[in-house]
């Protein structure tokens, strides 16, 4: 039993209430046990605490104690520059957090749109006497009074109605406004007819309410609890970062200290392996990986951008590639949201609109053009798409008439139809359009090649065939009719005048002027698929991608529509709004696990339940939305798209995604831009993970051979916060190739560091450059004089441009391997060298910045390192070449391999 | 079980509309009702009216449907007076509604309705009302943890909730994610989570099963508390049962306490079920 059930005297018992209202002690008592009426945000980890959460990771805590030991060997060894060591290892971490911290942050504002769809003012009974107060102090029990134009403070009872309509659109989605009665209704809350909810509108009429439920409590509380408390998690790629960075840091900090005791057990001294156990930490650990990757993602998200696809936090870039469902609504996203009246059923035939040519005093042709609210002023329709399409129609057949309007009972969602009484030339006529079912069933006549006929059941049988085939053209279907009335409008007469003046016209008695009506025939109006959407779902299926279309029209016109835009190529499964209401998880779980789906006659409250099943069944799911209800749907999404042109700024501000034309295929070039993402990650991971060999095998020659260390631990630092940072730019803007869409979404189980990357990066191309970079050390050290054996100063001339050497050598076959990196498989030469120019761009700054470091005091002062002459680079410059055929011939292998 | 069910009724709304809950299960459990209504010393006469006014009505609705009705007004200590009603009466169960403290205090600590929790005899019911314009719950969510003790005290207390509002009830139970080092979260199916439904939660269903009770069990992995609200909120129950907090102050602290974020939070009405009667 609920409140709308109750009769008046019951539901004002209930809450302990009356005709006058709460006294104010009472409303004052209850507003401090209920607390304010206002929409609140659920308790959430501070923003601070998020961000610190950033710098005590299991990669972060390695870190710090890397830094730790450094200001402690500082300490204890003082001027062997290990507290320099220390700070950059902070560095480092503040770098990494504040780059991990920027892709996971995101601003909580759909709240706040929330909060600004309730009124600031109400008007309320209390002692009896009416008053206006603040809308957060409406307390359970207080009568509420409404008019046209309020915004509604909370959820109440009706209790009084005259005639009003409320637009439920930021619950329910629909736009049209519904009639509310005051009457003891049974059924659900929603539904029912004698409740008004907060954040929704009075658009005419005026009543008097009950006050029930308060603040968090309304429905649209819930809404809002809902828009807070999801979480959407983790994005994949963010997953993948994490067990990438984990796996990473073990395997450093595990070499760290194993070579920390084979140095211990060869002989070497403490602070000899020390040094060894801290570099190597630091070179097997790709610091630039996390800023590389954040950057990449803010690069693709403005490519998006250009491509009409608004991201509004960064890691749902990625995500966007790897969505294997993408749940779409169908009016203006698939369909251009442009009517048309495409088919006419009239006498027992079904002619093209075009093809109509009407006869005298054509009363469909009557009927389209005065039960209509559209209008048409300075040289364009404007009104409701559907009304319009029937304006136009009827304008270019039969043109304006002189008729006036008298009065209107105005389109209603429940009754699914409009009527208006008119006054043409003498006579009044009463005009009716809606849906088949509720016309068909007023009407006791028909209008058969211009007479009127008594009409009976093998006419009602052809007219709703002729229903079903413009349905099954994927048309939306009205009705229509008519009758001359005979003195209903003559108290109106004072009206005349007034014509389409909804406002000041009384609305008469439905009852009366809806019966006996002459059915006149049908009109289908063609929403035309946007054209190229068929294109986009062709593109989603090779790609794997699910595409379910969900609806408010009916089943027909919904599959229809589908078939044309191919979506669904056999039967699909058509699940409507009333039985998935009554269908179990288990049930729906089943029914979306077939491969196509359409559900019709849905509303926005139920794609969350959707969204809710797929995700828990492990697929990534993108879901569109526009109205205020849409939020938590979104929310719960792995990719929540809201509308920029129909959106509401509520299901903007809750989505991660806005699309700036409403088109379906923008979702699938954002998808195609993400799977490109995704590749070009592994392409840069491939390159900054290549340059760690050359880090390390410095390293372990120091320990192994007792030399002087050839690349210190600040030059390891250039290399992988300075060098490899533009290049991996560079190779995440690489375009998107045609196969991208031509594979099924990544599996949940692939990983990001997988061993083809690894054994790529580690076993092949990490190899050539570091004999590239312990070429170098020799190179110079042998030219200077070195003998084996011999340890030089850490200031000595010949070490330090030895190390320099090692250090350009590195970042001389980097340079190479920004282009090896560009594909995996294909020749690079095949994709055209100079087709990415920010990889130019990328390897001019890489050595204008190597030159920063060899040939400026300050490079030389802060890397310790020593100017080079020429010939030295050209001595490396052969590695870069071999890296690079080294690869094409990997490659072409591969290639013949695979065929 | 509840052969005396005893409401505490106070001058606030919410504790009328706690009473009522209380009434419909006297009357499925035939059991007599009591209730009481304990004034402070300073209580200025409108609190008397009030609360007596409140009384009234319950009293004519317990009479209309033929429920043993007693009343009991008293002036002093509330904790301690209702102790010794309880005592007195030999009262199986009280309800009592939560007041504004309740949600604002942390742990609830020092609060009434936290001394009856923990000092009466007798099972008790604590209620949070949030919406007042569903007076007979439809869908019911019950929480249950892993392992829980007095089982078939609360699904007799659901049972007969669920029973008087001719209800559907959902057992659900929110679970640690499967996390793994390398691995990070590892994805589960519904199926493959019904698998694990905990000992705890499959006794609960039987002993609804046998009571003839419409009902589901739900396991989702997430943090507990939030998981409970959002399953409320997303699936529109319009009542929650789940049981009292059986955690210390210290591991409330450090962990936190589920009950308290759901109490402070919860989108529908929320009854909290300090049970008494062994299995």
């Known amino acids: 039993m609920k409140i709308n059930s109750l009769s008046r005297e019951d539901a004002l018992r209930q809450l302990v209430s009356s005709e006058n209202g709460l006294s104010d002690a009472e409303a004052a008592k209850r507003l401090s046990e209920n607390g304010f009426n206002e929409i609140s945000a659920v308790a959430r980890t501070p923003l601070f605490m998020r961000f610190l959460g950033q710098f005590t990771h299991f990669l972060a805590i390695l870190l710090w104690i890397g830094a730790g030991l450094s200001f402690l060997s500082a300490y204890l060894h003082p001027g062997e520059g290990m507290s320099r060591l220390g700070f950059a290892i902070i560095g480092v971490i503040f770098i990494n957090a504040i780059f991990t911290f920027i892709q996971e942050y995101r601003a909580e504002k759909a709240l706040e749109a929330l909060k600004k769809l309730l009124p600031f003012c109400a008007r309320i009974v209390r002692e009896g006497r009416e008053n206006s107060v603040h809308s957060r102090e409406v307390v359970p029990g207080d009568i509420i009074l409404l008019a046209e134009g309020d915004m509604i403070p909370a959820d109440a009872r009706l209790l009084e109605s005259s005639m009003m309509k409320v637009n439920n659109a930021s619950l329910t989605g629909e736009s049209e406004a519904r009639l509310r009665d005051h009457m003891p209704s049974e059924g659900e809350l929603l539904e029912s007819p004698n409740i008004v909810f907060a954040g929704t509108t009075v658009t005419s009429g005026s009543g008097k309410a009950l006050v029930f439920a308060t603040g968090m409590g309304t429905e649209f509380g819930r809404i809002a609890h809902l828009t807070s408390a999801v979480e959407p998690g983790l994005s994949p ?12 840091a073990t395997i450093a900090a595990l070499v760290g200290i194993f070579f920390f005791a084979l140095g211990f057990f060869i002989g070497r001294s403490f602070w000899d392996n020390f040094i060894f156990a801290i570099g190597i930490t630091v070179a097997l650990i790709p610091e630039g990986m996390l800023p590389t990757v954040t950057l990449s993602l803010a690069m693709a998200s403005q490519r998006m951008g250009k491509r009409k696809a608004l991201i509004k936090n960064l890691s749902s870039v990625e995500t966007l590639g790897c969505v294997t469902v993408v749940c779409t609504d169908k009016t203006g996203t698939l369909t251009q949201n442009r009517m048309t009246a495409a088919k006419i059923w009239k006498d027992d035939q079904v002619i093209d609109a075009k093809d109509y040519s009407p006869q005298a005093g054509d009363m469909l042709m009557q009927t389209a053009l005065l039960c209509n609210n559209a209008r048409f002023a300075d040289n364009e329709y404007r009104g409701d798409p559907t009304e319009t399409a029937l304006l136009k129609l009827a304008r270019e057949r039969i043109g304006d008439s002189g008729a006036k309007r008298i009065s209107e009972i105005p389109f209603d969602a429940d009754r699914k139809r409009m009527t208006t009484l008119n006054r043409v030339a003498d006579r009044e006529y ?81 009852h009366s002027l809806e019966t006996d009506l002459v059915f006149a025939g049908l009109i289908g109006l063609e929403d035309p698929p946007r054209p190229e959407v068929r294109d986009a779902i062709e593109k989603c299926h090779d790609a794997g991608i699910k595409v379910i279309m969900i609806t408010g029209d009916g089943s027909r016109t919904a599959v229809a529509i589908a078939r044309e835009i191919a979506l669904v190529k056999r039967e699909p499964v058509v699940i409507e709004g009333a ?94 831009e993400g799977r490109a993402v995704y590749e070009n990650i592994r392409k840069f991971i491939t390159y900054i993970f290549a340059s760690n060999i050359p880090e390390a095998v410095p390293y372990l020659a120091y320990i192994l051979l007792k030399i002087p260390l050839p690349l210190t631990i600040m030059q390891i630092l250039a290399v992988d916060l300075g060098t490899d940072m533009l290049p991996a730019l560079g190779l995440g803007t690489e375009k998107p190739t045609p196969s991208v869409m031509k594979q099924q979404p990544r599996s949940m189980d692939k990983r990001l560091l997988d061993f083809s990357v690894l054994s790529r990066a580690y076993l092949f191309l990490g190899p050539i450059e570091a004999a590239a970079c312990m070429f170098g050390f020799f190179y110079v050290m042998y030219g200077g004089g070195w003998n084996w054996g011999t340890m030089l100063q850490r200031n000595n001339i010949l070490y330090m441009q030895a190390t320099t050497a090692c250090l350009t050598a590195i970042v001389i076959t980097q340079a190479s391997n920004v282009f090896a990196c560009r594909s995996s498989k294909e020749s690079v030469l095949g994709l055209g060298l100079f087709t990415n120019r920010m990889i130019f761009l990328g390897i001019g700054f890489e050595l204008c910045l190597q030159l920063f470091i060899v040939y400026t005091p300050w490079g030389n002062s802060i890397f310790s390192t020593s100017p080079l002459p020429l010939h030295i680079w050209l001595v490396l410059l052969p590695f870069a070449f071999l890296l690079f055929f080294a690869e094409e011939f990997r490659k072409s292998r591969l290639r013949k391999g695979e065929k | ?48 009216d009030h609360a007596q006014e409140a009384m009234k009505r319950l009293f004519v609705e317990a009479e209309k449907t033929g429920i043993k009705t007693e009343s009991i007004t008293r002036t002093g200590q509330a904790v301690e007076e209702i102790r010794a009603i309880v005592r007195n009466q030999r009262v ?54 892993a392992r829980i003790s007095k089982v078939r005290e609360r699904a007799w207390f659901t049972a007969k909730m669920a029973e008087c509002c001719n209800a559907k009830v959902v057992a659900f139970h929110a679970i640690k994610p499967i996390t793994s080092f390398f691995h990070g979260e590892i994805h589960l199916t519904p199926y493959e989570w019904e698998k694990r ?68 939070e919860t989108p529908c009405d929320l009854i909290i079920l300090k049970p008494r009667h062994e299995d």
């Not at chain 1, 929540?640 to 959106?647: A, N, P, Q, R, T």
């Open chain 1, 237 to 248: 790629l963010q997953k993948e970062i994490v067990k990438a960075t984990r796996l990473v």
């Open chain 1, 430 to 510: 009463v005009f009716t359009k809606g849906a088949m079912e509720g016309i068909l069933l007023l009407c006791c006549r028909s209008l058969v090649n211009g007479t009127e006929q008594q009409m009976d059941d093998a006419f009602r049988q052809k007219a709703s065939e002729a229903c079903r085939q413009l349905m099954d053209m994927g048309l939306r279907v009205l009705a229509f009719a008519y009758k001359e009335s005979k003195g209903q409008g003559a108290k109106d007469k004072k009206q005349e005048g007034h014509e389409k003046d909804i406002s000041r016209s009384p609305v008469p008695d439905p």
């Open chain 1, 579 to 672: 039985d998935f209401v009554n269908m179990s998880d288990r049930e729906l779980r089943k029914k979306l696990s077939e491969k196509e789906i359409i559900f019709a006659r849905m509303t926005p409250k139920h794609k969350m339940r959707v969204v809710s099943v797929l995700k828990e069944e492990g697929e990534r799911v993108a879901v569109t939305g526009d109205g205020v209800n849409d939020a938590p749907a979104l929310k719960k999404a792995d990719i929540g798209i809201s509308m920029g042109i129909s959106g509401t700024d509520v299901a903007k501000e809750a989505a991660d995604m806005i699309l700036l034309d409403d088109n379906f295929a923008t979702i699938v070039n954002a998808v195609e």
């Open chain 2, 1 to 48: 079980m509840y052969r005396r069910i005893l409401a505490a009724v106070n001058e606030h709304l919410n504790s009328e509309v706690a009473a009522r809950y209380a009434l419909h299960l006297a009357r499925v459990c035939g059991a007599e009702f009591y209730l009481c209504f304990i004034a402070d010393k300073n209580a200025p006469p409108s609190v008397f």
């Open chain 2, 92 to 145: 199986d169960l009280l309800f009592a509604a939560t007041r504004r403290e309740d949600v604002e205090r942390r742990f609830y600590a020092g609060t009434v309705a936290r001394s009856l929790s923990l000092k009466l005899p007798c099972s008790v019911a604590l209620m949070r009302v949030v919406h007042m314009g569903k007076m007979r719950p439809t869908k019911i969510l019950v929480p249950l943890k």
């Open chain 2, 197 to 264: 439904l905990p000992e705890g939660v499959s006794g609960f269903m039987e002993y609804l099963r046998k009571y003839e009770i419409e009902h589901e069990g739900r396991l989702l992995p997430g943090k507990t508390a939030r998981s409970i609200t959002i399953e409320a909120a997303a699936k529109r129950h319009d009542l929650i049962i789940m049981g009292a907090s059986e955690r210390s102050l210290l591991t409330t602290l450090i962990k936190g306490s589920p009950v308290e974020e759901v109490l402070r």
